[in-house]
């Protein structure tokens, strides 16, 4: 069972909606990071925050909002979004912060839909 | 340009043989490679990583890789594939970003294995 929890698992909104997503870990790791995976292609990165402080934004688009309240928690706030950000939104963290990438732990997603 | 390439979209293997997942890489220095699993509907799980030392590399779920500098590759490998390993497959390697202290993982494109019964 993965150790790093994602809510909701499932989420549609309209194109003016704002919703959020969640990630949760216990494991103590010091970076958390939201990639983007469209169907059978690999994760595209998104954000990273390190130690708790935003270290990599991978120019995203502004209708994407990242938060990191603590060390556990990462949030991705969305809002105006297009039906084109529709996809699976992976929640990761890693040990060390990104000055020493390795292995990453991954949520299980949440599959959002932007009608 | 620092890149890994998966030179097959799609692999198939009867059960009971052995598998291979092929990766190349172009990076400047030493890499840091990894192979990554990805079931159906399911978040991505870590298998193995290279960084240094041994080129043979043992990881989840009895696969394994050999690392060949030479060849600059990393295939992913098991003596004995079952159907349950059918899935999405990544392999990544670590990259610096620009001129400061931060790394991240270029990805591959994939390789969906398929074990057939």
């Known amino acids: 069972d993965t150790e790093v929890t994602q809510t909701p698992k499932h989420l549609v909104m309209g194109m003016t909606n704002k919703k959020s997503l969640k990630c949760e870990q216990h494991?103590?790791?010091?970076?958390m990071y939201w990639y983007k995976q469209k169907a059978k292609k690999p994760p595209e990165l998104m954000f990273v925050y390190s130690y708790e402080k935003l270290s990599i934004n991978e120019s995203v688009p502004s209708r994407f909002s990242p938060e990191c309240p603590n060390s556990s928690l990462l949030n991705l706030h969305l809002h105006a979004l297009q039906p084109e950000d529709s996809a699976l939104y992976l929640c990761a963290s890693s040990p060390e912060g990104t000055s020493n990438t390795g292995e990453l732990f991954f949520g299980e997603g949440s599959r959002l839909t932007v009608l | 340009a620092q890149s890994v390439a998966q030179p097959e979209d799609q692999v198939n293997v009867a059960e009971g043989n052995p598998l291979t997942v092929k990766c190349t890489y172009s990076?400047?220095?030493?890499?840091?490679l990894f192979w990554y699993v990805q079931y159906p509907n399911r978040g991505l799980q870590f298998l193995l990583k290279?960084?240094?030392?041994d080129n043979l590399v043992k990881g989840s779920y009895g696969f394994e890789a050999e690392f060949n500098k030479s060849q600059t590759s990393f295939h992913l490998k098991k003596p004995s594939a079952l159907v349950s390993d059918s899935a999405l497959y990544f392999c990544a390697v670590r990259v610096r970003l620009g001129a400061g202290n931060n790394r991240k993982l270029i990805w591959g494109l994939g390789t969906s294995l398929a074990v057939n019964p």
């Open positions: 990076v400047s220095g030493n890499p840091y």
């Open positions: 290279y960084i240094t030392g």
């Open positions: 494991m103590g790791h010091r970076a």
